[in-house]
T-cell receptor
Framework: GAVVSQHPSWVICKSGTSVKIECRSLDFQATTMFWYRQFPKQSLMLMATSNEGSKATYEQGVEKDKFLINHASLTLSTLTVTSAHPEDSSFYIC??????????FGPGTRLTVL | QKEVEQNSGPLSVPEGAIASLNCTYSDRGSQSFFWYRQYSGKSPELIMSIYSNGDKEDGRFTAQLNKASQYVSLLIRDSQPSDSATYLCAVNMRGLTGGGNKLTFGTGTQLKVEL
């Protein structure tokens, strides 16, 4: 299957700081990239969908000014959590999408906000 | 009604048995169906995709799709303890989302394969 990387794999930051997470599709060009969040023992929650060169589409209830998404190329998308707070602590997972709906997930980034 | 429904489990099966995981979906216009496996603390991993009615086999895994009944299932033959994980059913609900590659996920079924 196709490979998606994420960096960093885990991050600890102080409340009020911003954190950037990178998502790269290593061996394919992702038509679309997706950002998910998963709290412990809960299901995946889609945060936003992004296409290269255009603004991300955010799901209802996700603050676009807090979760900034940049999709600079067909292989790179970034998520910046701005002014992070403890309630933003979660497992953030990106995926690269192909035509037909197939998504390949990155390994995830575990964010802890102190 | 949830868009994609799965029994949360846990589903316990003995080692070597067949595990049967089920999923129903609400959008009759859905075209693409996926099964992902997620180990605790890890991200989802694609196991199978299926697009046409009938069965699709890949090793110990068989996906079954019945669009008339809006039902998709995953069979795992010769279950191993390493198969213990949460299995997520995902549907590309083109009819509801107006196209695109967005997937709607079920909440997952936890499978436990016991020695």
């Amino acid at each position: 299957g196709a490979v998606v990387s994420q960096h960093p794999s885990w991050v600890i930051c102080k409340s009020g700081t911003s954190v950037k997470i990178e998502c790269r599709s290593l061996d394919f060009q992702a038509t679309t990239m997706f950002w998910y969040r998963q709290f412990p023992k809960q299901s995946l929650m889609l945060m936003a969908t992004s296409n290269e060169g255009s603004k991300a589409t955010y799901e209802q209830g996700v603050e676009k000014d807090k979760f900034l998404i940049n999709h600079a190329s067909l292989t790179l998308s970034t998520l910046t959590v701005t002014s992070a707070h403890p309630e933003d602590s979660s497992f953030y997972i990106c995926s690269g999408g192909l035509a037909g709906g197939t998504q390949y997930f990155g390994p995830g980034t575990r964010l802890t906000v102190l | 009604q949830k868009e994609v429904e799965q029994n949360s489990g846990p589903l316990s099966v003995p080692e070597g048995a067949i595990a049967s995981l089920n999923c129903t979906y609400s959008d009759r216009g859905s075209q693409s169906f996926f099964w992902y496996r997620q180990y605790s603390g890890k991200s989802p991993e694609l196991i199978m995709s299926i697009y046409s009615n009938g069965d699709k086999e890949d090793g110990r895994f068989t996906a079954q799709l019945n669009k008339a009944s809006q039902y998709v299932s995953l069979l795992i033959r010769d279950s191993q303890p390493s198969d213990s994980a949460t299995y997520l059913c995902a549907v590309n609900m083109r009819g509801l989302t107006g196209g695109g590659n967005k997937l709607t996920f079920g909440t997952g079924t936890q499978l436990k394969v016991e020695l």
